[in-house]
């Protein structure tokens, strides 16, 4: 079985097949919306001669063809829709087009079909399906080409027809085989390419510990905001944190800064974001978000879309008192706010220094009440 579903996927398991599910309907909808276009044309040309007495008994044929590529080339420029009908769209262009082919070979009974076989092999290579939908698509073609050469034309000529186009449908599995494989494994190539490249852009931007903005990343998304806005930075460190590794063990220092930046990513609403887009563009469309400057000082930074700043410190202290942490129950938190109402027109830096101040005038205060 796993054999066979691997031969229907063109070499690849259902799982690999279906993780290149969004290439393979824009690869199918771009070919759909050429092909759809060119014999647009061809069957108006078509339609115009039947008009003029060539061919005049496929006037329907060519009329109906010219209308459905029309509607398929204006379907596919609405784009969810288009997505959401891929599979249709395909089986659709591709009846089509060996209806033409069909149509032009009862057209003329004098000689074999040679333009069914074209279209047959502009559709093995040009969609990309599973291969059984494929091979019941391709196979009505040939029934359909044998059962009009068997009625229209000469018992020579419809044994020829009949011929060729079983020796054209092998031909044209084959090729759609060898074509749809190679369109997957460059998918395939791709999607690793972008995994590896976002697992190094997170590595670049997040701290692993915390799952925060590292202070590179954070100062760089910073520079690109206008602070005329009302932002609050907020400066947080892990009070005694030496005593904490010396006492505890480094384990358990790690456990508390993953832990403060677990409890600042819940707070803030950033859940989620490592390892999503944010971490190639991150900060898109946000205002409010953190980071980890280093050993066990955080910085948040709170814009108007973010909650209110002390309220989400408060919170931020509340969980970090109550949390566990290896053989340490609860961690005291400091914080420093400065915002951009308090000090309008101040630069990054300077907010950033009051905020400092104000983080360590807390610290004091929680040394002297113990």
Known sequence: MDRLEAFL????????????????????????????????VVMAFFLLLSVAGVNSRFMIVYGMETLGFALVALVINIKPLAERHSAFISIFVSIALLSFGIASSAADNTVVATSFHVVMIIVAIFFITSLFPMIIVLGLGVAGLIGSAM???????????????????????????????????????????????????????????????????????????????????????????????????????DLAIAGLGAAIRTTLGLEGMEGEDTATEPAVGRKTFAGRLGGDEFVMLIGPDGPDPHEAGHRIKEIMASGNYGNLHGVD?????????????INVDKLCRVADVKMYVQKEEHHAAH
Not at 14 to 39: G, Q, T
Request: aromatic letters at 14%; one cysteine or more; glycine letters at 6%.
């Open 151 to 253: 009625v229209g034309k000469p018992e020579a000529l419809a044994m020829g027809d009949a011929y060729n186009a079983v020796i054209f449908y092998v031909v044209a599995l084959v090729l759609h085989y060898i074509t749809s494989r190679d369109r997957i494994r460059s998918y395939v190539n791709l999607h690793e390419l972008y995994e590896t490249r976002r697992e190094l852009a997170i590595q670049s931007h997040f701290d692993s510990l915390s799952g925060l903005f590292n202070r590179t990343r954070f100062f760089e998304v910073v520079e690109r905001l206008d602070l005329t806005e009302d932002y609050t930075f907020c400066l947080l460190d892990v009070d005694n944190f030496k005593r904490i590794n010396d006492h505890y063990g480094h384990h358990t220092g």
């Open 333 to 345: 938190i400091s914080i420093g706010y400065a915002s951009t109402r308090e000090y309008p027109g």
């Open 9 to 40: 996927h063109y070499g690849y398991s259902r799982e690999v097949y279906d993780s290149c599910a969004p290439n393979i309907v824009r690869h199918n909808l771009r070919s759909a919306r050429d092909l759809s276009r060119i014999f647009f």
